[in-house]
C-alpha cells in the first residue's frame, strides 16, 4: 500500500507538473485512473498542508510497479560506454521533435562522438541526430544545425493530438512553449476570427483551428518554407478549411478590423506590429501579445507597450503570464488584453 494523489481528470495534468516540480511523484509506480479520478504515486514529502494548497486527496492504496521504467538519462549513463570522468559533459538536454533529436555536444566529447550519437538515439528512439551548432538567427527564426546520424530532418512531431510536420533544420519549434501551445488550444473560440500573425508551421494556428474550435484562423508567415509546411499541417489536422494561410509580412495584411483575436508569437521586435495588430481587432477583440521582458520591468513594459498602441481604443488587461524562462532574469511573457472599442 502507497500514498497516493486522487485528482479530478481535468485537474491531473497541472497536478502532476506541481508535484513534479517538488520531485513529489513516485517514478516506480504507475499513474492509474479509478471511479473517475486519476491515482498519482506520491512520495511521503508530500504532507497534507501541501495538498490543500495543490488541491487533492491524499489516499492509501495500491500501484503496479514501473520496474521497466527507467529515466532517458539514466539509460544514457548506463549504456554508453566513455570514460566515466567524462558523464558530467553528456547533454542533460535536448531537443526530441518526431524522430530527429537536437543536441549540443560539447568538444570533451568529440573523441567519443560516434558512441554518443548512436546511444543517444538508441534511447531517445531518433532516427536522426543533429548537433545545435549556433544559434535560431534571423527573421525568419533558421536554426543552425549539422547532421550527425540519418538521412533526413524531415519529421512529424505529435503534441497534444496536433500533427506538426516540418523541417528540424528549416524551422524553429520551441518546445518550451508546450503550455502556451495547450492553452491556446483549451480556449473555447468558436465562432471566431482570429489571426495568427506569425504563424509559423502552425504553433498557435493548429490547436486554434482543431481544438478551440476557431470559424477561421488566418495564419501569417513572412517565410515561404514555413508557409508551405502550414498550409500542409492544417490538411494533416484535417482543418484546411478553417485555416487561410498568407505568406507574407503581416504588415501587409490587406484586411482591417475581422479579428475576434490575434496572436502575437514572436519575440524580439514583437512590439513593431503592435499598431497592426490592434488595426486588426474588432471591438472586443483580444490580443495574445508576447515579448520577451526583464523581469524587473513584469508587466509595466508589454502592458505600457499594448496601451500605447491601442490608444484611444482602450485596453483592459486580462491576464499576464511567463510562457518560459528565456535567459537569467528574463522572461517569456504573453500578455492578454481586451481592446474595448
Ligand atoms: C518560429 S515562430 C516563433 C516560435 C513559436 N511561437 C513557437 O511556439 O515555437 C515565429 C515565426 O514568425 C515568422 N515571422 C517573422 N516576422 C514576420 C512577419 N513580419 N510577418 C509574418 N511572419 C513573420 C517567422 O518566419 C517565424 O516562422
Redesign the pocket.
Known sequence: VIRLAAVDKEECESVRRELNARSAVRRDRKIFERDGKVHIPITDSVDECTAEEIGFEIVLGESPPRSHHRAPMERILHEIEIPPDLNHLLPRKWELLGKVLVLRIPRGLRKHLDEVVSVYARVLGAKTVCEEVGTISG???TPSLRVLKGDTTATVHRENGILFKMDVAR????SG?IDE?KRMGDLDCSGETVVD??A?IG?FTLPLARHAGAERVIG????PV?AQYLKENARLNGVEDRVLVFNG???NLPMGRVADRVVM??LGTTHE?LNKAISLLKEGGIIHYHETCGTDQMPDRPVQRITEAAGKRGCEILGVREVKSYAPAVSHVVVDARIPR
Do not use: P, Q
Open positions: 527573421t525568419f527564426r524551422v524553429m519549434f520551441s512553449n501551445r500573425m506569425f509559423g504553433y501569417c508567415e513572412i517565410n514555413a509580412d503581416n504588415r508569437g514572436y506590429h
